[in-house]
């Protein structure tokens, strides 16, 4: 199972071919929607399927959950070492709990910076030159949850006061919690409200009709489709977050997806085998790319012909993602997630005073350990 968008499901199925044909084992692949896959229970797929293309913040569930199959299995450490160091970011180690590898980075992503080069001669460098855009009535910022809680960890990251990871304290301090919600208001007044029913993709959708005048989306997760000449009427390219702190592009809430196995599949080492593959250096620069994936190994990300092939996706966001910053994957985080996305998005459309929102976010994390 994996989710449906060109990017998370071409590419698979394309592998999946030059599997049936380099081992006659045959895979096939189902999908769900990017909403589903932010949000559908994991141990229920895992009953349903060999594969799930997972998130990282999971992890903490699932292996509570027992829903998974541990990749780190005796003999194989060699290209476990390979796939660790070939890790973009924190790609890697972001699907490792507990001591354990639950599942392998075949996509990579974070919040970065996307741009119509058509509009604009380069993406805007720091927060307040992208404001200066906004007042404009030039950017659009996905903020349908969980998309607004994204944003403020990437804002406090880049900062340099990133939220916690671990609890049962605060999310984060008064003050920087105070600033970072400030600067979400700041944003959200001078962009269409529409926003805040928009992921990124219908971001992206709008930014690329030909009669669009949205030239810049400072904070969003990557899509390269959307970099490749005639993917759509006009072209967006990538470029890093444009900077509100003084560490250049870092704290971007890391995203992307990783490749994990059942721990009920009738056929697991047909499944592990499989994964192994398909994260591994030469399927993820060649076949992978090639079918629209955006992978998950620098092999791919250093690659030439496939930074020619998306106009410099990759090391156009290679800084962003490199300084990115993991998420909490405590079981009962998915939970907090949607809550705090749900509170922040109140308190912009309620004008609510900063303190009472941040007040009630460290509250709503605090709540997300003790549940469980």
Known sequence: MT?????????????SK????KTG???????RSLQDFETYPVEELARAYDMIIIDHPHVGQITNEKCLMPLDVEGREAERKALADASVGASYPSYNWQGRQWAFPVDAATQVQAFRPDLIDAAPASWNDMLALARQGKVLLPLRPPHTLMTFY???????????TEGPGDLIDLETGTTVFEMMREIAALIDPACFEMDPIAVFEAMAEPGSSIACSPLIYGYLSYSIAGFRPKLIKFADIPVAGTLGPAGSALGGTGLAVSAFSKSPKEALDFT?????????????????????????WEE???????NDFY?????????????PRHDGYMEFQQAASDRINAGLLGKEKAGDVVTDLNRLFGESFAAK
């Not at 989710?3 to 592998?15: F, T």
């Open 3 to 15: 989710w449906s968008h060109p990017r998370g499901y071409d590419p698979m199925v394309a592998c």
């Open 18 to 21: 030059l599997w049936l044909e």
């Open 25 to 31: 084992v045959t895979v096939e692949w189902d999908k």
């Open 154 to 164: 990437t804002l406090s990251g880049n900062l340099g006061k990133a939220c916690a």
């Open 276 to 300: 192994y593959w398909i994260a591994s250096g030469d399927v993820q620069k060649g076949p992978y790319a090639a079918a629209g994936g955006q992978p998950g190994h620098a092999a791919a």
């Open 304 to 310: 030439d012909t496939v930074n020619a092939a998306t």
């Open 315 to 327: 090391r156009g966001t290679r800084a962003t993602l490199e300084a990115s910053w993991v998420r």
